[in-house]
Each structure stands twice: as C-alpha cells, then as structure tokens.
C-alpha cells in the first residue's frame, strides 16, 4: 500500500521540493551557475552535425547509467549474495523475498526508464539542411 | 538490523523518482519541439 501510494504521490513530493528550492532561492543561483557554463557552447548558432553529435554523446550517456542501474542494482546484489563479498557480518540472513523483488523491480525498471530517455534524446537530433 | 540489500532499496527508490521526472522532462522536451 505504501508502494503504491508513493508510486501515485511522487510528482507531488516533486512540486513540493521544488517549490522549497524556489522559496530558498536555490534556483536562481543554480540558473545563473547552469547558463554560464553553458554559454561557451552556443546553442543557437551550434551546426547541425556538432548538436546531433551532441545528442548522441548525451543519449549515450543516459545509456551508460541505465547500466550502471543493472550493475548496481541486479548484478551487485546476486554477486554478493553468492559470494558474501560486502556482507559485514557473517551468518547474515539472506534478504526478505519482497525486498529483493522490490529492488530488483526499481533499478530494471529504473534502467529501462532511462533507455527510453535516451531513445527520445536521439529524436531530438536535425536532419541536415543542403 | 539493515542489510545490504535494504540500503539498496532506499537507494533504488531515490533513482527510480529521479528517472521518472527525467523522464516526465524529456516527454514534455519533446512535445515542446515537435
């Protein structure tokens, strides 16, 4: 039940947290801090191969943690449950089957989230123009 | 008692809302320039 309701109240929490960062004033600086890094890359006027190359270096990087999602979450746990190699103390229990279930559930499904993103990041590449 | 498997889950909850907003971003991204 809390599962579910939290799956249901997240975009909520959201707006809150950011509401607390506007109220905070954390934003403007992060805005401010955000252009002026990205104000030597020129957006506006980048060619079209360099922003497609641009797109494909991000989607592929939005990739590479989707996998760093299977590492962490699917194979870190099965490889120290068979070999204890992170289990401090010895003799520990094996996890409740919900919590594993449940963590495995998160970070597949994490991972294909963020493959998805990177799919629709490749959308945003141009066609180039003659 | 935590185990190591319980730290991960808290762990993959944070990843998984911030995968979700990535992904509620991109949709609305997407929707903006198409």
């Given at each position: ?50 922003w497609n190359e641009q797109m494909k270096l ?8 989707s996998t760093a999602c299977l590492t962490t ?58 | ?34």
């Amino acid at each position: 039940m809390n599962t579910i309701f939290r799956i249901l109240t997240w975009p909520f929490e959201a707006i809150g947290w950011l509401t607390i960062q506007l109220f905070l004033g954390v934003w403007w600086v992060f805005k401010a801090v955000f252009e002026i890094l990205l104000r030597p890359f020129n957006w506006q006027k980048m060619p079209i191969p360099n922003w497609n190359e641009q797109m494909k270096l991000f989607a592929g990087a939005i990739d590479r943690v989707s996998t760093a999602c299977l590492t962490t979450g699917v194979l870190g746990p099965t490889i120290n449950e068979i070999f204890r190699i992170n289990s401090v103390r010895p003799g520990e229990p094996p996890p409740h089957f919900e919590i594993a279930a449940t963590n495995f559930y998160i970070w597949i499904s994490s991972g294909i989230v963020l493959h998805i993103i990177a799919r629709i990041v490749l959308s945003f590449m141009k066609e180039p123009t003659k | 008692m935590t185990t190591f498997i319980e730290v991960y889950n808290s762990t993959g909850w944070i990843v998984f809302s911030l995968s979700l907003m990535a992904l509620v971003a991109t949709a609305v991204a997407y929707k903006l320039t198409h």
